[in-house]
Structures are given as structure tokens and as C-alpha cells.
């Protein structure tokens, strides 16, 4: 079993940054592929990014691509999610989750464990 915590949320100005941290419990996590969501007021939950296992392989939505990096350190069972140029679009709930399926990593269902969720507020 895997539980996961985020923090590092807040608010922040349109065009700064933060960096959410994912903190992992249990011995699988280093063998899981991790991702991010996020949730804004009103709208379904949307894929963010996700990193493999390793930490080899990283991709991010078109949304936030070249604005958003995603890594991680299996020694510290932790996952990061580097958020530059924010835009008031990024403004929502952002959740890491944990995956020890193979498939389509932007694909909710793919993801088994669930953090709790951090806002971030970004204001313009």
C-alpha cells in the first residue's frame, strides 16, 4: 500500500512559481509510475504529467508543457512538480498519484493511489 501527501501549495502572482512536493509511503514506490492532476472550480479532474518509475521518462500535457518539470528521488520516496510562468489557468487542486499499471499514464484510471490534494492559487 502506498499513501501519498502533498505540499508546497499556495498563492502566488501570475508569472511566478512554486514547487509541489509528493511524499510517498511503502517499499513500492520505487517501482511506480507517478502522476499529477489538477482540478479547478468547476471542472473535471485533468492529467498533468507523469514520470516512470526510474525517473527516465517524463511527459507533460500540452497545457503545461515547457512551464511544468515533474522529477523524483526513489532514496527519499518523494515526486517534485516544478511550476514556472504560472498562469491563473493553473489555479486549481493539484493531486500526485502512484501506478504500478502498465498503460496510458494520463489516463486516471491508470492510478491506484491518491494523495489528498494542494491548492494552488495563482493570481493575475
Known amino acids: 500500500q502506498v499513501q501519498l501527501a502533498e505540499s508546497g501549495g499556495g498563492l502566488v502572482q501570475a508569472g511566478g512559481f512554486l514547487r509541489l512536493s509528493c511524499a510517498a509511503s511503502?517499499?513500492?514506490?520505487?517501482?511506480?509510475?507517478m502522476g499529477w492532476f489538477r482540478q479547478a472550480p468547476g471542472k473535471e479532474r485533468e492529467f498533468v504529467g507523469t514520470i516512470s518509475w526510474s525517473g527516465g521518462n517524463t511527459y507533460c500535457a500540452d497545457s503545461v508543457k515547457g512551464r511544468f518539470t515533474i522529477s523524483r528521488d526513489n532514496a527519499k520516496n518523494m515526486v517534485y512538480l516544478q511550476m514556472n510562468s504560472l498562469k491563473s489557468d493553473d489555479t486549481a487542486v493539484y493531486y500526485c498519484a502512484a501506478s504500478r499499471l502498465v498503460g496510458d499514464p494520463t489516463r486516471e484510471d491508470l492510478y491506484d493511489y491518491w494523495g489528498q490534494g494542494a491548492q494552488v492559487t495563482v493570481s493575475s
Open positions: 511503502g517499499r513500492t514506490f520505487s517501482s511506480r509510475t
